[in-house]
């Protein structure tokens, strides 16, 4: 197959869109604030929308009757348990107290590191919900199965988000945003998967199976990708001040948790392969516990420490490193693709 011309040259198209994402939010100034209030729920509604535009491809190629097989998917849909729940909150709390409390212990206060621990484990604590679906897509993952994990994640937030913060921050009382959670699925899984749906049953019945497969999908899939590259831009944009008033402090935070990220992917490769896991279910196992939940996490930081704390710093440095280290996995995935 061959290899488009946006994701040939993806790693390029990254980095102009970095630069010109900080370069606008440096020239906007106070202007950039208020497309970064656009919100319901602490959900942004344009970048809502951009992930919206990257999740659709992914929803309307999924084969509806094949979800009846996910009994087949049980290892896979274990190794991810195992990871996102078992294994990824406590190896993230480790490299922040690591790093945050000891190696960089000449350059930070306690408070600081304190708060950037906290804000690490509430990245660590929410595996991601919506863009796995972006990166099981662009390393040809199974759909199918991806949309089943997703749907288990989800269940298994609501119930262990709270314990796991608690036990690793050492907070007793603290209330969840379930607003964030509701929100955030309708949005992010549910509207785009009833529109794949309909899609799907409409232009397989109207049109053919192949002509859905062979014209109409490569013709959407570039969409994605330019949905992705905006969805940088505006980010950077949101906190391009804040990135050039403390380049040095986001260099501190986001070395830990890249670590903690290609760590948790490897790990989960790893278990794929000796689970004898088909590369198309080990690929979107091994992306959803690397990528994170952010819209949980910055929601729960803000809420928890306030809007200009460490902890929510930290968690906005994990939504601005996620982008361009979940392409490097995915290259990563092709390139070891069997």
Same mark, same amino acid.
Request: proline share 5%; net charge positive; glycine share 6%.
């Given at each position: 197959?061959?290899?488009?011309?946006?994701?040939?040259?993806?790693?390029?198209?990254?980095?102009?869109?970095?630069?010109?994402?900080?370069?606008?939010?440096?020239?906007?100034?106070?202007?950039?604030?208020?497309?970064?209030?656009?919100?319901?729920?602490?959900?942004?509604i344009?970048?809502?929308?951009?992930?919206?535009?990257m999740?659709?491809?992914?929803?309307?190629?999924?084969?509806?009757?094949?979800?009846?097989?996910?009994?087949?998917?049980?290892?896979?849909?274990?190794?991810t348990?195992?990871?996102n729940?078992?294994?990824?909150?406590f190896?993230?709390?480790?490299?922040?107290?690591?790093f945050?409390?000891?190696i960089?212990?000449?350059?930070?206060?306690?408070?600081?590191?304190?708060?950037?621990i906290?804000?690490a484990i509430?990245?660590?604590?929410?595996?991601?919900?919506?863009?796995?679906?972006?990166?099981?897509?662009?390393?040809?993952?199974?759909?199918s199965?991806t %949309?089943?994990?997703?749907?288990?994640?989800? @269940?298994? $937030?609501?119930?262990a !988000? *709270?314990?796991?913060?608690?036990? &690793?921050? +050492?907070?007793?009382?603290?209330?969840i945003?379930?607003?964030?959670?509701?929100?955030?699925?309708l949005?992010?899984?549910?509207?785009?998967?009833?529109?794949?749906?309909i899609?799907?049953?409409?232009?397989?019945?109207?049109?053919?199976?192949?002509?859905?497969?062979?014209t109409?999908l490569?013709k959407?899939?570039?969409?994605?990708?330019?949905?992705?590259?905006?969805?940088?831009?505006?980010?950077?944009?949101f906190?391009?001040?804040q990135?050039l008033?403390?380049?040095? %402090?986001?260099?501190?935070?986001?070395i830990? @948790?890249? $670590?903690?990220t290609? !760590? *948790?992917?490897?790990?989960?490769? &790893?278990? +794929?392969?000796?689970?004898?896991l088909?590369?198309?279910?080990?690929?979107?196992?091994?992306?959803?516990?690397?990528?994170?939940?952010?819209?949980?996490?910055?929601?729960?930081?803000?809420?928890?420490?306030?809007?200009?704390?460490?902890?929510?710093?930290?968690t906005?440095?994990?939504?601005?490193?996620?982008?361009?280290?979940?392409?490097?996995?995915?290259?990563?995935?092709?390139k070891?693709?069997?």
């Amino acid at each position: 197959m061959q290899i488009g011309f946006f994701e040939k040259y993806l790693t390029l198209w990254v980095l102009l869109c970095i630069a010109f994402g900080i370069a606008i939010g440096k020239i906007a100034g106070e202007n950039i604030l208020s497309i970064s209030r656009l919100e319901i729920y602490h959900v942004n509604i344009p970048v809502a929308i951009l992930i919206w535009l990257m999740i659709y491809p992914m929803m309307v190629q999924i084969d509806f009757g094949s979800l009846k097989n996910t009994g087949s998917h049980f290892k896979g849909l274990s190794l991810t348990i195992i990871v996102n729940w078992l294994i990824k909150p406590f190896t993230m709390a480790f490299f922040a107290w690591l790093f945050f409390s000891n190696i960089y212990k000449a350059w930070l206060s306690p408070e600081q590191a304190n708060e950037f621990i906290a804000g690490a484990i509430l990245l660590g604590a929410a595996p991601c919900t919506a863009m796995v679906f972006v990166w099981s897509y662009l390393s040809s993952g199974n759909p199918s199965y991806t %949309l089943v994990q997703v749907a288990l994640n989800d @269940l298994i $937030i609501l119930i262990a !988000f *709270i314990p796991v913060v608690q036990l &690793l921050l +050492g907070i007793t009382h603290f209330t969840i945003p379930y607003e964030v959670l509701v929100t955030s699925v309708l949005v992010f899984v549910v509207i785009p998967l009833l529109a794949g749906f309909i899609t799907n049953n409409y232009l397989i019945k109207t049109k053919g199976k192949e002509w859905f497969a062979n014209t109409f999908l490569p013709k959407l899939k570039p969409f994605s990708i330019f949905a992705l590259l905006l969805t940088l831009i505006l980010l950077f944009a949101f906190q391009g001040q804040q990135i050039l008033d403390n380049p040095i %402090l986001i260099l501190l935070i986001a070395i830990p @948790l890249t $670590i903690q990220t290609y !760590f *948790i992917f490897f790990i989960s490769w &790893l278990g +794929g392969k000796l689970l004898k896991l088909p590369y198309p279910i080990c690929a979107p196992a091994a992306m959803i516990g690397a990528s994170n939940f952010f819209e949980l996490a910055v929601a729960v930081a803000i809420a928890l420490f306030g809007l200009e704390s460490g902890a929510a710093l930290a968690t906005v440095v994990g939504v601005l490193i996620e982008v361009p280290i979940m392409l490097s996995l995915v290259k990563i995935a092709l390139k070891w693709k069997y």
